[in-house]
């Protein structure tokens, strides 16, 4: 079965830089793209970006261009959203979730927490 | 970018009653193939979202039908004909049709 399996809760301080991965598995990475989606704290979802895991290009949302890099190793199966110069204000639950082509995002990760703070 | 506006914001319905929800996008999200490009998802408490809708109307593999989604370019409507406890959760429109991909705020629905 698919699933995506994301590494666990962080805490950074202002200005570091964050690593969050996420491992596929049940199907094969390069057949589908892959979103980043991030929540802060009892708000809505906020899309970040996409990963085309097979050329590994990414389109990134204009207000992370900069800070944001999507990267994925197919050898492991996973991808991974690394956000830098992180902010109070990057506090939130970073989902990954699977692009099923024209079907919706129909698998998402367990989500994980980053929380920044001094 | 595309703006998706969802009404209401919050819901309060008893068990077995019908709930809707309304979800307007700024652009038409009618694709050349004849496609709607609206997605809706749930996000029940402490849980990731899941997927219930694509394409505007076709539910999701494992949906319930008492789930049912429709709309014109614009206008979109996620119906629940008997509202059951858990449906209880946060939901969000999605458009598809192009990058950014963007969402609604959230409808909040609770059982009466």
């Known amino acids: 079965q698919v699933r995506l399996v994301q590494s666990g809760t962080e805490v950074k301080r202002p200005g570091a830089s964050v690593k969050v991965s996420c491992k596929a598995s049940g199907y094969t990475l390069t057949s589908y793209y892959m979103h980043w989606v991030r929540q802060a704290p009892g708000q809505g979802l906020e899309w970040m970006g996409i990963i085309n895991p097979t050329g590994g290009f990414s389109t990134y949302a204009q207000k992370l261009q900069g800070r944001v890099t999507m990267t994925r190793d197919t050898s492991t199966s996973t991808v991974y959203m690394e956000l830098s110069s992180l902010r109070y204000e990057d506090t939130a639950i970073y989902y990954c979730?699977?692009?099923?082509?024209?079907?919706?995002?129909?698998?998402w990760g367990q989500g994980t927490l980053v929380t920044v703070s001094s | 970018d595309i703006v998706m506006t969802q009404s209401p914001l919050s819901l309060s319905v008893s068990p077995g009653e019908p709930a809707s929800i309304s979800c307007r996008s700024s652009q038409s999200l009618l694709h050349s193939n004849g496609y709607k490009f609206l997605d809706w998802y749930l996000q029940r408490p402490g849980q990731s979202p899941q997927l219930l809708i694509y394409l505007g109307s076709t539910r999701a593999s494992g949906v319930p039908d008492r789930f049912s989604g429709s709309g014109s370019g614009t206008d979109f409507t996620l119906k629940i004909s008997r509202v059951e406890a858990e449906d209880v959760g946060v939901y969000y429109c999605?458009?598809?049709?192009?990058?950014?991909?963007?969402f609604g705020q959230g409808t909040k629905v609770e059982i009466k």
């Open positions: 979730a699977r692009d099923y082509g024209d079907e919706g995002l129909d698998y």
């Open positions: 999605m458009q598809g049709l192009q990058t950014p991909r963007t």
